[in-house]
């Protein structure tokens, strides 16, 4: 079955840059979309879409992008705020069977 | 303003069935995607499945874990999204999200999720 890997945690201080990968094989053909969960069991949030679309609302510090088999999300100067897991999420070659990575847990202090 | 609810989780033994709904409003749902996300006690978010709208057959997928015993569908004229579980396992516990697409392509809007405990 298709995986994305993500590394599992990312510790940055306020105002450092936070990068998170996600490889993938499919990634080459397939868009990387990434989530912001602040907590287990809350509704996830949607801060980037399609490789590097950032939706209305989400702060400029965030950016995204994607080459060759790995997708990067990059927050530029983190907040404290921006603690959170981030979850990749893609498709398979087919673009039948969603998967979402394993998170990142991103410490911001 | 869009709305996603969620509705119908609880406490089930194993091997049993429970059947998840998903209201939805303010947006166009015929046209809407809908997907099924959970997330395990401890876990990441994992992709359920998801079914396609009606212009696109309806088409349905599942994720392999829960294939052959979950079944996804959906209600055009009651804008309702379910989620029907049957032989379910404690691996199956989790909070159960409903999520779609409205304004991009990634799942921009979610419901609060509805925990499902399988246990005896």
């Known amino acids: 079955s298709y995986e994305l890997t993500q590394s599992p945690s990312v510790s940055v201080s306020p105002g450092q840059t936070a990068k998170i990968t996600c490889s993938g094989d499919a990634l080459t053909k397939k868009y990387a979309y990434w989530y912001q969960q602040k907590q287990p069991g809350q509704a996830p949030v949607l801060v980037m879409?399609?490789?590097?679309k950032r939706p209305s609302g989400i702060p400029e510090r965030f950016s995204g992008s994607s080459s060759g088999t790995v997708a990067t999300l990059i927050i530029s100067g983190a907040q404290v705020e921006d603690e959170a897991d981030y979850y990749c999420?893609?498709?398979?070659?087919?673009?039948?069977?969603?998967?979402f990575g394993g998170g990142t847990k991103v410490t911001v202090l | 303003e869009v709305q996603l609810v969620e509705s119908g989780g609880g406490l089930v033994e194993p091997g049993g069935s429970l059947r998840l709904s998903c209201a939805a409003s303010g947006f166009p749902f015929s046209n809407a995607w809908m997907t099924w996300v959970r997330q395990a006690p401890g876990k990441g978010l994992e992709w359920v499945g998801r079914i396609k709208s009606k212009r696109r057959n309806e088409t349905i997928d599942y994720a392999a874990p829960v294939k052959g015993r979950f079944t996804i569908s959906r209600d055009d004229s009651q804008n309702m999204f379910y989620l029907q579980m049957s032989d379910l396992r404690s691996e199956d516990t989790a909070i159960y999200f409903c999520?779609?697409?409205?304004?991009?392509?990634?799942?921009?809007?979610w419901g609060q999720g509805t925990p499902v405990t399988v246990s005896s």
């Open positions: 879409d399609e490789d590097d």
């Open positions: 999520t779609t697409t409205v304004m991009v392509t990634g799942f921009d809007h």
């Open positions: 999420f893609s498709t398979d070659r087919s673009g039948s069977l969603g998967v």
